[in-house]
């Protein structure tokens, strides 16, 4: 399966940069870093379970944002943590 996979630690205290020291590291053990926070993943169903819950037990969701992005078939978006993402298919009130 193709992954593209976002994070967005929190740093401001030395937890939140052990936290994305961790994350960075989670994913380099299974993709490509295309951006500073952003990696691309190509994983088995198996690879994916095992990294998905590394991530999760790493990241602290009141503080921190993960997003994942299924490019297999259809794309999906989930998304874990702070920053919750708009949905562009409702209507969009300015």
Sequence with gaps: ????????????????????????????????RVQNSVFECRVTKTHWTILQNRLLAEINTDQDSLRFYYLDGDVSIEHHGTKKPINLEEPLIL
């Excluded at 205290?13 to 380099?28: H, I, N, W």
């Design 1 to 32: 399966m193709l992954l593209l996979i976002c994070y967005d630690v929190s740093t401001i205290e030395s937890a939140g940069r052990r936290r994305l020291r961790r994350v960075a590291r989670a994913l380099q053990d299974y993709g490509q």
